[in-house]
């Protein structure tokens, strides 16, 4: 059990290329928990352009010692939610000792940036529950009636612990990374996987726009398939948007709903953990 925390400290910083090296060091050391806010900041930072961004980084600290990072960014495709990173062990995010850090971010956040940006609040259990109860009362903004949008847990793999797939030669189909010309189907199942999370849904327009990037950066692969006597088409993509140096996380798995129960998710998948 920690101690009570003394001496916190707050840092608001909107250009990642001043990071102190202390913060590159937290992200970098504890690269899966830090998997949306390291490559969101690793990106950032590589940008040529050098214009004015509505990007912020908050750090808070506690006796000299980095305990979360919030990050509000921006991305291609409009704002992100609010992401919180903490390299702290999940038995250590007692209310006691992360009440009094949350409250200093909400705070920071609420001076930076306005109400209306804070839509979603994405972090550990015990951070956004505490951060949603700080937030209202300092801000005077409710939360949505179902305000626990969903619980996600993260599972990884690595060269280790990834186990061989057998292959169904009798099957035809090709695993491959998107090229230009698979933007149009890469989009309709952009849109058909945004299409049930609302309300982060993308019209039609906006989901060719995340194809478009999603191709460009070489961030999708496709799983091409054709019945018998048909024609070849995209069955399923899987996306890997969140990249640093030792990790690489998929974000986006989908199946065209005609082409659903013959495993083609899982063997793509594989196939890009593979690589």
Not at 127 to 148: C, K, M, Q, S, Y
Not at 199 to 214: D, G
Request: glycine letters at 4%; a neutral charge; one cysteine or more.
């Amino acid at each position: 059990m920690p101690f009570l925390p003394s001496d916190i400290s707050i840092q608001r910083i909107s250009d990642p290329r001043k990071f102190p090296q202390a913060v590159w060091k937290v992200l970098q050391d504890n690269p899966r928990a830090a998997n949306v806010i390291l490559p969101q900041a690793l990106e950032a930072k590589e940008k040529s352009n050098s214009a004015a961004s509505s990007d912020w980084w908050i750090i808070c600290s506690t006796n000299s010692e980095i305990e979360f990072i919030l990050s509000v960014t921006d991305g291609p495709l409009g704002p992100h939610p609010v992401f919180i990173f903490t390299p702290l062990p999940f038995d250590h995010l007692v209310d006691d000792y992360i009440r009094p850090c949350i409250r200093h971010l909400v705070v920071a956040l609420a001076a930076t940036v306005p109400t209306s940006r804070v839509f979603s609040i994405f972090s550990v259990q015990p951070v956004t529950r505490i951060f949603a109860e700080e937030w209202t009362p300092h801000t005077g903004v409710g939360l949505a009636d179902n305000h626990e949008y969903y619980a996600a847990k993260i599972s990884y793999c690595t060269i280790k612990t990834l186990r061989y797939s057998s292959v169904d030669e009798s099957q035809k189909y090709v695993l491959r990374p998107a090229v230009h010309e698979d933007i149009e189907e890469v989009g309709e199942l952009c849109y058909r996987f945004a299409s049930t999370s609302e309300p982060f849904t993308l019209t039609e327009a906006r989901a060719q726009q995340e194809a478009i990037n999603l191709v460009e950066k070489g961030q999708v692969w496709v799983h091409e398939a054709k019945k018998l006597g048909g024609e070849k088409e995209i069955a399923s993509i899987v996306a890997f948007t969140r990249n640093s140096d030792r990790v690489a996380a998929i974000t986006k798995v989908h199946t065209k709903e005609r082409w659903l129960r013959n495993g083609y998710a899982k063997r793509l998948v594989h196939k890009v953990c593979e690589q």
